[in-house]
Every structure is written in structure tokens, then in C-alpha cells.
């Protein structure tokens, strides 16, 4: 389904003459490709599904967020914007990613129901969050945020 979205997002772009989201989706459809290659080599003829496709969006967000970094310590605010709007446009492909607070609850409900009571169970913490709220949840948000109710 995200593949059809890409596809008619490229051809709107194309059409409005939305230069930005014309080379994001680009990037986004390319990088869908070269993950597509990767998975038939592994015997996936069909290619990556939506889960692993709203991954790889999250990684692209996360690079960008790691470049917008660089370029404001480097004086390049021109650059760090361009990234920013890139993050606008993949982001309208995901679902609703949760806020704090949301993150925050649903944490807290995992490690109950874990019985989870130091560091040592991050991993069965962050298995389950990632099984449950897989492209709804920043999960470099919240491996900080379970560290510190569980210390």
C-alpha cells in the first residue's frame, strides 16, 4: 500500500510542480528499491512489506535529523532547512508517530506487564515496544525514557 502512495505522491508533486517533494519521494522510492534487491537475494521475491518500508522511512528521518545537526553547527542553515522539509515529506507516509506522554504510557504498561524492574530488562522492553508500536513509536526517544522509569 505505501508503494501505490509513493507512486501517486510522485506523480501530484510532478504535476504541482513541487520540486521538494519530488526529489524526496525520489530518494524514498530508490532506497525502497535497493531494499527490494536486497530482499530477493534473501529469497523475498516480493520485496519488503509495509513494517519494514515505514523502518526504512524512520531511518531516513533519522539521518536527516543527524545532518540538520551538522549543518546548524556548521553555519549551513540553508542545508539544515532543505533537510527539515525532506522530514516534512517522508513523514506524511507514516502514521502518527506517539508524543512523549503517549511514549511515556505506553512504557510504563510494557514494563508492568513485564514485571520489568531494572536496566537488565531494556531488551525484552524494547522487543515488545518495538512488536507493538513499530512506526508509531521514536524508538531513539524511548530507550532514554525507559532507562530512566526503570532507574
Request: charged share 35%.
Amino acid at each position: 500500500m505505501l508503494r501505490e502512495r509513493f507512486t501517486e505522491a510522485l506523480k501530484t508533486a510532478m504535476k504541482d510542480k513541487d520540486q521538494r517533494t519530488v526529489s524526496t519521494v525520489r530518494l524514498m522510492i530508490s532506497k525502497l528499491k535497493e531494499r527490494d534487491i536486497e530482499a530477493r537475494a534473501k529469497g523475498n521475491a516480493a520485496g519488503i512489506g509495509d513494517a519494514e518500508i515505514q523502518q526504512m522511512l524512520l531511518g531516513m528521518i533519522k539521518q536527516r535529523r543527524e545532518s540538520i545537526e551538522l549543518y546548524e553547527k556548521g553555519g549551513r542553515a540553508e542545508l539544515a532547512q532543505q533537510e527539515r522539509e525532506e522530514i516534512a515529506v517522508i513523514e506524511r507516509f507514516l502514521p502518527q508517530q506517539m508524543d512523549e506522554a503517549a511514549m511515556e504510557a505506553a512504557i510504563k504498561a510494557v514494563i508492568a506487564e513485564l514485571g520489568a524492574g531494572s536496566v537488565k530488562d531494556m531488551g525484552r522492553i524494547m522487543a515488545v515496544l518495538k512488536e507493538r508500536h513499530s512506526g508509531s513509536m521514536d524508538f531513539s526517544k524511548a530507550g532514554p525514557i525507559a532507562k530512566r522509569l526503570l532507574g
